[in-house]
Nanobody, 115 residues
Framework: QVQLVESGGGLVQPGGSLRLSCAAS????????MGWYRQAPGKQRELVAR???????NYADAVKGRFTISRGNAKNTVYLQMNSLKPEDTAVYYC?????????WGQGTQVTVSS
């Protein structure tokens, strides 16, 4: 079992910034991938960014150059720095942990970009 605790969502004006944090605990393997997905109303959940414990990174085209994913030294935390936020970034953001055996999701944190 893996538990994921997310924090950092909220309401921000267009052009603003937010930082999401996620900490994993439980049966953590050293070789893992942690990342962020989002789901807007009426849409499917989609990848935002993910990073392996070895440092490989993937970003959705829609967020490249605006969002930055990073991992903590202990490899059980992941952060998402979101800059230049747009109304279309509004969604519930979910933290994800995956290794070769299992895949877990956080409870989600709401990000709303509105003036």
């Amino acid at each position: 079992q893996v538990q994921l605790v997310e924090s950092g969502g909220g309401l921000v004006q267009p052009g603003g910034s937010l930082r999401l944090s996620c900490a994993a605990s439980g049966s953590i393997f050293s070789g893992n991938t942690m990342g962020w997905y989002r789901q807007a109303p009426g849409k499917q959940r989609e990848l935002v960014a993910r990073k392996t414990s070895s440092g490989n990174t993937n970003y959705a085209d829609a967020v490249k150059g605006r969002f930055t994913i990073s991992r903590g030294n202990a490899k059980n935390t992941v952060y998402l720095q979101m800059n230049s936020l747009k109304p279309e970034d509004t969604a519930v953001y979910y933290c994800n942990y995956a290794d070769f055996l299992k895949n877990y999701w956080g409870q989600g944190t709401q990000v709303t970009v509105s003036s």
